[in-house]
DNA sequence: ATACATATATGCTGTTGGCATAGAAGTGAT
DNA sequence: ATCACTTCTATGCCAACAGCATATATGTAT
């Protein structure tokens, strides 16, 4: 793809001539606990912002990858692997960051949150509860709450990033089954529900949502059922291996 | 939302600590022309790839919004303004420029192509036709067409950027009329309907599109109806001035 | 006046979502 | 063993809606 002309050109080529931002990843990672979505948040160990809730997340290699960025942020400061993460949008505001030009390329994950476990979580880092409500589509900062119920400091524009990781999430559920994401491998369709009343925030019919679920084609049975419940056990599905496409 | 303790903290903080990326925006400016979706391309004057098809795009300036940086591009390489603009996604494959590490926040514009007659396309400037496949979801690079149908070189990884902006169009079109942004203020039902029927690429049932849009309530009639066509005139539509949410 | 084209209204039908009902399949208490 | 209780799962009904057909309305062209 590259003439000889190019390569002359790039020989000269003075890459210091514009100004340039810094640019970073944070990582929306959302999981259900207690019946609750979940997201993780670290505190800031210095200035700027010292103190406050922040997305984990980190400056973007000069050699690397946007998405590789956002898996090693999410391995680095969540010790987590194998999730489910995809890019949401870019932050860009000038003045989002005291210190200098400071844009953010967020990306949201999704885990069970059983694996979240060895999470070593406690005053450095923490997951706290979303609170999104329903007003327009994209814009609206979350609400993001404490054990106690009460709102948490955060720092930067983060609010603003969880309540668009949310609310993308909450246009997805609308042609996918994503929320198996945020469940282990294997789940029953009411736990599948739960998890979309929880993203949604509403209650969604048992019936229709069976049906749509079974439809769409992106679940099969395991032929497993559920174990340790004290009422009939419901079978167990998992996400269809390679997912059909849409359209 | 500042510290003293921060303030204290800039005054010693050095930002070129950390190799910075170079960022540009580019923008996918869309228009039905000739029966078919187009894109605006200019040809690159100079290397890298000189000579090839690109998207009007241009570095982000250290004070400057990325929404307002899509717009400047928009004004000052396409001479246009006022149109409907939103983020698509940052492209930041570490190779995708030779020159040094480009990151791409890209944008996608629509535009009522009466509007763009009087941007002078020639041999620097040109609409070209997109087609794009309709496999998957995300994936998969639109092929870009000159008059006679024939492929364009085109310059990096536009033809990915145009490809993510037709297939983000045609979800968006699953929950709102976005097509009214391609038209004139006022428009008939049918005029939205082929709007619709050539991004996705396939046909439309008239009489439920009507009801469907009709029943969306972002339309509304001006009373008028439309003029100088050799049958009946249909009547004539706006969009609703604030919009609507959704939820 | 007539042909022609599209607009618009109305009705039928098959599909799908919301809802109710009933039997199935487990656990735990009596 | 039986019963109470819970959730699972299948089935059927109804209302809403998309696809389709038909009929009438309203303009231009001949």
Redesign the pocket.
Known sequence: MQSSNDTAFLASYDSAVFPKPSVTVDVVLLAIRAEALQVLLVRRPGPPEAGRWALPGGFVRLDEDLDDAALRVLRSKAGVENVYAEQLYTFGRPDRDPRTRVMSVAYYALADAALLERVPTGDATRFHTIRVPWTGETGGPADLLDDRGEPVETAFDHREIVGMAVKRLRGKLNYTPVGYALLPPQF????LQRVHEIILGT??????????M??SGELEQTGA??D????????LYRRVPQGGSHG
Chains 1, 2 share one sequence.
Request: charged fraction near 30%.
């Open positions: 029953t369709l009411l736990q209650r969604v019919n048992k019936d229709s949502f069976r049906r749509r079974l439809a059922t559920q340790g419940v004290d009422h009939r056990p419901a079978a």
